[in-house]
């Protein structure tokens, strides 16, 4: 049995990393906690003297209703919600101490802010302790038939994929291994095929290579010819993760405008 935690702000890009969660995880088997933060002031604010209790009662009165669309939505499905006055990675990585947490999803932006992959969610791939699935507001729902796991030539453990292998046995997906080769600064190493298949035991595989020196640009064209409904990286990989995040809006990256994407901590 899986611990999936819904990290949600009650925008719609919030919902929709609700549908992903409940979509490739499934109800049965699976316990679910939804999540919110919210702003608690440090010190009493003589023009603001009741703002803490206000913030409170909001996040409660907004956990309920988003708890009553999941459940709509999931049908039969164990549920939990937690509020919390702290950080989002903190929230998380305090409720993964408590209760274990196998997966976070979350929305890549807040409310208004599409487009871009938004403040909470670089903390907290960056800062959580369990692996992340980041989902776009420009998602369509739509199964997960084509996963990319974007490999670095570092050593992999079975125990670092355990998540994704998860969503590959609920999905029947096909996983697509992309190595990106940067010509003017690396030799070209083959991907271990032999190691991989015994990462993944018959799991229905391929893998590509591509070369260039834009990282992120590569697997932007990958995912564009590939099909591809979901990508992968590994925590490691945070020179990728920058590049992903600091590009400009005028690049439209499909990773942060389209397309899931799952950190794994290995």
């Known amino acids: 049995m899986a611990h999936i935690t819904i990290a949600t702000d009650f925008s719609e890009t919030s919902w929709k990393a ?11 088997g699976n316990r679910y906690t939804i ?5 608690k002031p440090a010190l009493n604010n003589a023009l603001l003297p009741n703002y803490g209790a206000v913030a409170e009662q909001d996040a409660k009165r907004g956990i309920r209703r988003f708890e009553r669309r999941c459940r709509v939505y999931a049908g039969q499905v164990r549920l939990a919600k937690v509020i919390s006055p ?12 408590r209760k274990g947490v196998d997966m976070v999803v979350m929305g890549t932006q807040g409310q208004g802010n599409y487009g871009l992959v938004g403040t909470n969610t670089k903390a907290t791939i960056m800062g959580s302790v369990a692996p992340v699935i980041a989902v776009p507001h420009q998602w369509t729902p739509t199964p997960v038939k084509r996963i990319l796991l974007a ?5 992999v453990e079975r125990e670092d994929l355990q998540p994704l ?3 590959i046995a609920h999905c029947g997906a096909e996983l697509v291994v ?18 991989f298949g015994d990462l993944l035991q018959g799991v229905p595989h391929s893998f590509v290579t591509s ?4 990282t992120e640009e590569a697997i932007n064209t990958l995912v564009n010819t590939g099909k591809i409904d979901l990508v992968v ?3 490691r990989q945070l020179g990728f993760l920058e590049g992903l995040f600091h590009r400009s809006a005028a690049k439209n990256l499909a990773l942060q405008t389209k397309v899931p994407l799952l950190v794994l901590k290995g």
């Open 86 to 97: 702290f950080s989002l990675p903190d929230a998380l990585n305090e409720l993964d101490e």
């Open 178 to 195: 992309a190595h990106v080769r940067k010509p003017a600064r690396q030799k070209a190493v083959p991907v271990d095929r032999k190691v």
């Open 35 to 39: 999540l919110h933060t919210y702003l």
């Open 165 to 167: 292998l998860s969503i």
């Open 151 to 155: 490999y670095d030539n570092g050593v």
């Open 233 to 235: 990286v590994l925590h």
């Open 18 to 28: 609700a549908q992903f969660a409940f979509d490739q995880f499934g109800a049965i």
């Open 211 to 214: 070369a260039g020196d834009d």
